[in-house]
């Protein structure tokens, strides 16, 4: 069965920090462009990284770069996104999605997304 499980969310105060992973059962995440999204309440969903197919090259949102990083542990299976320096508008369900397609850039939102993981909730509150 193929799965993507998201782990790592949780309640943060302002400036601290979050592993976000993202598990996958069914397939080998090193074959696939790897991104991670963010949907917050009553906003539209958005890129916040991801990871490319053809050669590992890396992406961030405007709003995130600098503060976040993605990784890929092949081993493991398992994509990962450290969150640094969290603000409160980072606050969102965050979803992790795999792509086999190299048609576009993993930041292109013209590259389809087969797998989604179910979200993990980050909140960034005092």
């Known amino acids: 069965q193929v799965q993507l499980v998201e782990s790592g969310g949780g309640l943060v105060q302002p400036g601290g920090s979050l592993r976000l992973s993202c598990a996958a059962s069914?397939?080998?995440?090193?074959?696939?462009?790897i991104g991670w999204f963010r949907q917050a309440p009553g906003k539209e969903r958005e890129g916040v990284s991801c990871i490319s197919k053809s050669d590992g090259s890396t992406y961030y949102a405007e709003s995130v770069a600098g503060r976040f990083t993605i990784s890929r542990d092949n081993a493991r299976n398992t994509v990962f996104l450290q969150m640094n320096s969290l603000k409160p508008e980072d606050t969102a369900v965050y979803y992790c999605?795999?792509?086999?397609?190299?048609?576009?850039?993993?930041?292109?939102?013209?590259?389809?997304?087969?797998?989604w993981g179910q979200g993990t909730q980050v909140t960034v509150s005092s």
């Open positions: 999605a795999a792509s086999d397609s190299s048609a576009y850039a993993c930041y292109d939102p013209r590259l389809g997304y087969d797998y």
């Open positions: 069914g397939f080998s995440l090193d074959y696939y462009a």
